[in-house]
Structure formats: structure tokens, C-alpha cells
């Protein structure tokens, strides 16, 4: 016998709503059923007009992170049966302007993406291929740190991101890391100072919010702490 | 906009004085309580014992690590809620005259016994 979920949808079309409102809807449970489906679901039987994003549907674009039950995670990687209530609450990202209903802009997050020079920049011409053995420790340094979908549930569960709009936020200051110690890179130094300031690495307080969210498991807090090493020993003159 | 105010050197020299106060809080509470301990004392024995270079360096360590942790925390603080670079300064400026207000306060205190 199947199971109806409540559903409560946050709703906000900024061209014909003065204020954003909480649409509820009852939709049948099933098996291995994901967040993602259950909005198909009411988009394609129930109401047309709801908005949100999506692309890849297997946890790789980033492109559906949303406010589930209390935490950012990405609604195809979320399992209904997971979060053990029949009683679901979808919201936008918080830490980002609401577009229409579940769809934020991003461009805030992407812009602050851009200021840490995202980009590899090589240090020097080469003719040949500069190799890193799969079990060379340079590499495992940054491996994890590299799987990176810029869903933005990190930023979004950031407090430093709410109470400073300045903040650079994790995702941006782990890609500043994966960078800074990448051997290859020829532009670590600029990018020490890009986050070495009271918006940068230094605002961020360990409180580890981005780490629980984050659906690849990345730890953006370690990489803040080995920028924050590595701006200490640049401003001591001590050569890591 | 990003801010350029580097915060290295508050940041190293929060986590330098919070050793310090450490440290200089196990000195000194072993030297008042520890050190003998039962033994009741009166304001004329605390003059002596401050008299010393001992008590005197570590009181005035403590005023001093104390008062640049708890200021440079409070700032800290304060630009958690992004004040924008001038208000940040000027707060800064703010506290760093409290600061070697109360340090020159305590340090005059201090003196006078020795």
C-alpha cells in the first residue's frame, strides 16, 4: 500500500507574488524515490509552474542543491525513505537571491568563485607532459579537495557567508587551495593574497557547517587551515 | 568588493597569546595557590610579593595577552558582521587606544609596589 508524503514547497514568483508563501502538496511514495523525483512528480501531475533546477539527476552538476529538511543537499542524491519523515520541507538555497520558488542566482557564489583566480595559471613553458604518479603525495594532497561540483550547499550553510555578504565562502577558498598546492600552478603567491584578508581565510570560524553538507564529502575547513599556514609563513618569510 | 585589511598577523597573534594566557594562568594560579598552599596572607604580604620580578612579569603578561586577546577577539567579531573598511578601521583604532590605555593603567598599578 503506498505512502503519501506531505510536501511543503516554498513559493515566491517575484513578478506576481508580494510575499513568498509555503505550497502543500500530497504525493505517493516510492521505492528508492529522491527528492528530485517527488518534484517531477508534482511538477508534471500537480502544478505546472513549479520552478527548480536540475541537470545530470546522479549527483555530478551540482545544479539541484536545495534546503531539505533543515540542510542543503542535492535533491537527486537525497532518498525520500533517508530523511525519515513523511513530512517533507523544500526551501532555496539560503545565502542567495531567490529567483522563483527553488531556483536561486548563483552569481554572487560564482562570483566570489572567480576573484581566488579558479584557473590553473602554469608556472613555466613546458614541452612535455609535467607527471604526478597516482600515489605521489602532491597529488593525494589535493585529490579530494578537486571533487568539487560548486553545488553551493557549502556556501549556503555558511554563517560567516550570512553575516558577512563580503565573505569569499568555502568553496572558493578550497578551490584557492587545490591551486596554491598544485606544484604546477605559477600563481599561488597572488592567490595567497586574494585570500589572505578579513574576507578571506581569516573570517572563517571552524564551526565545520559546510563539511556536514557538503555531498562530496570535501572538508572545506582543512584546506582554509593550510591557506591560513601558508599566509602565516609568508607573512613570517618562512619558505614551506 | 573584497577587503584588504590583512588579518595574518591578529589572527597568529590571537592564537600566540592564548598559549601565553595558558600558560601564564597555570603560573600563575600554582604561585597564589599551589606554591604554599593553606598559607593565609594580608594585603602588606601581597605588596612584598609583588615587589618581585617574578609576579611582576607574570601579571603584567597577563594584563597584557589578555587585554590584545580579549580586544582582538571583540574585533574579530565585530567584522563577522561585515562593517565595511572604514567602520572596520575605525573600530580597530577604537580598541587598540582602549587597549594600551588599560595596559598603561594595570602597568602603573603594578609599579607602584615595586
Same mark, same amino acid.
Given at each position: 500500500?503506498?505512502?503519501?508524503?506531505?510536501?511543503?514547497?516554498f513559493r515566491y514568483?517575484?513578478?506576481?507574488? /508580494?510575499?513568498?508563501?509555503?505550497?502543500?502538496?500530497?504525493?505517493?511514495?516510492?521505492?528508492?524515490?529522491?527528492?528530485? /523525483?517527488?518534484?517531477?512528480?508534482?511538477?508534471?501531475?500537480?502544478?505546472?509552474?513549479?520552478?527548480?533546477?536540475?541537470?545530470?539527476?546522479?549527483g555530478m552538476c551540482?545544479?539541484?542543491?536545495?534546503?531539505?529538511?533543515?540542510?542543503?543537499?542535492?535533491?537527486?542524491?537525497?532518498?525520500?525513505?533517508?530523511?525519515?519523515?513523511?513530512?517533507?520541507?523544500?526551501?532555496?538555497?539560503?545565502?542567495?537571491?531567490?529567483?522563483?520558488?527553488?531556483?536561486? /542566482?548563483?552569481?554572487?557564489?560564482?562570483?566570489?568563485?572567480?576573484?581566488?583566480?579558479?584557473?590553473?595559471?602554469?608556472?613555466?613553458?613546458?614541452?612535455? !607532459?609535467?607527471?604526478?604518479?597516482? %600515489? $605521489?603525495?602532491?597529488?593525494?594532497?589535493?585529490?579530494?579537495?578537486?571533487?568539487?561540483?560548486?553545488?553551493?550547499?557549502?556556501?549556503?550553510?555558511?554563517?560567516?557567508?550570512?553575516? /558577512?555578504?563580503?565573505?569569499?565562502?568555502?568553496? $572558493?577558498?578550497?578551490?584557492? !587551495?587545490?591551486?596554491?598546492?598544485?606544484?604546477? *600552478? %605559477?600563481?599561488? $603567491?597572488?592567490?595567497?593574497?586574494?585570500?589572505?584578508?578579513?574576507?578571506?581565510?581569516?573570517?572563517?570560524?571552524?564551526?565545520?557547517?559546510?563539511?556536514?553538507?557538503?555531498?562530496k564529502q570535501i572538508?572545506?575547513?582543512?584546506?582554509?587551515?593550510?591557506?591560513?599556514?601558508?599566509?602565516?609563513?609568508?607573512?613570517?618569510?618562512?619558505?614551506? | 568588493?573584497?577587503?584588504?585589511?590583512?588579518?595574518?598577523?591578529?589572527?597568529?597573534?590571537?592564537?600566540?597569546?592564548?598559549?601565553?594566557?595558558?600558560?601564564?594562568?597555570?603560573?600563575?594560579?600554582?604561585?597564589?595557590?599551589?606554591?604554599?598552599?593553606?598559607?593565609?596572607?594580608?594585603?602588606?604580604?601581597?605588596?612584598?610579593?609583588?615587589?618581585?620580578?617574578?609576579?611582576?612579569?607574570?601579571?603584567?603578561?597577563?594584563?597584557?595577552?589578555?587585554?590584545?586577546?580579549?580586544?582582538?577577539?571583540?574585533?574579530?567579531?565585530?567584522? *563577522?558582521?561585515?562593517?565595511?573598511?572604514?567602520?572596520?578601521?575605525?573600530?580597530? !583604532?577604537?580598541?587598540?587606544?582602549?587597549?594600551?590605555?588599560?595596559?598603561?593603567?594595570?602597568?602603573?598599578?603594578?609599579?607602584?609596589?615595586?
Amino acid at each position: 500500500m503506498s505512502v503519501n508524503l506531505t510536501v511543503k514547497v516554498f513559493r515566491y514568483n517575484p513578478e506576481v507574488d /508580494d510575499l513568498p508563501r509555503f505550497d502543500t502538496f500530497d504525493v505517493p511514495e516510492m521505492k528508492n524515490m529522491a527528492v528530485l /523525483d517527488l518534484l517531477y512528480q508534482i511538477q508534471d501531475n500537480q502544478d505546472r509552474s513549479l520552478s527548480f533546477r536540475c541537470s545530470c539527476r546522479i549527483g555530478m552538476c551540482g545544479s539541484c542543491a536545495m534546503f531539505i529538511n533543515g540542510k542543503s543537499r542535492l535533491a537527486c542524491r537525497t532518498l525520500v525513505g533517508g530523511l525519515g519523515t513523511k513530512e517533507i520541507h523544500l526551501r532555496p538555497l539560503p545565502n542567495l537571491p531567490i529567483l522563483k520558488d527553488l531556483v536561486v /542566482d548563483m552569481d554572487p557564489f560564482f562570483d566570489k568563485y572567480e576573484r581566488v583566480k579558479p584557473y590553473f595559471v602554469p608556472k613555466e613553458e613546458r614541452k612535455d !607532459f609535467y607527471r604526478v604518479s597516482e %600515489g $605521489a603525495d602532491e597529488r593525494k594532497l589535493i585529490d579530494e579537495m578537486l571533487e568539487c561540483i560548486t553545488c553551493g550547499a557549502c556556501y549556503s550553510s555558511c554563517t560567516m557567508v550570512t553575516t /558577512d555578504p563580503d565573505y569569499l565562502g568555502p568553496a $572558493a577558498l578550497n578551490r584557492a !587551495f587545490c591551486l596554491v598546492a598544485d606544484k604546477r *600552478d %605559477g600563481a599561488g $603567491a597572488e592567490r595567497l593574497r586574494l585570500v589572505g584578508n578579513t574576507d578571506g581565510v581569516w573570517r572563517c570560524h571552524s564551526q565545520f557547517n559546510c563539511v556536514e553538507v557538503c555531498p562530496k564529502q570535501i572538508i572545506p575547513t582543512w584546506s582554509i587551515q593550510q591557506l591560513r599556514k601558508r599566509c602565516v609563513f609568508k607573512k613570517l618569510g618562512i619558505r614551506v | 568588493m573584497i577587503n584588504k585589511t590583512d588579518g595574518t598577523l591578529s589572527w597568529f597573534l590571537q592564537r600566540v597569546t592564548a598559549v601565553g594566557l595558558i600558560f601564564l594562568l597555570g603560573v600563575h594560579l600554582w604561585l597564589l595557590h599551589y606554591k604554599n598552599p593553606g598559607e593565609i596572607i594580608k594585603f602588606g604580604d601581597v605588596a612584598i610579593r609583588l615587589r618581585t620580578l617574578t609576579f611582576f612579569f607574570v601579571d603584567m603578561g597577563l594584563l597584557t595577552f589578555g587585554l590584545y586577546h580579549a580586544l582582538n577577539g571583540i574585533n574579530n567579531i565585530i567584522q *563577522d558582521y561585515g562593517i565595511g573598511t572604514t567602520g572596520r578601521r575605525s573600530i580597530g !583604532f577604537i580598541l587598540v587606544i582602549i587597549g594600551c590605555v588599560m595596559v598603561f593603567l594595570g602597568g602603573v598599578s603594578l609599579f607602584k609596589f615595586v
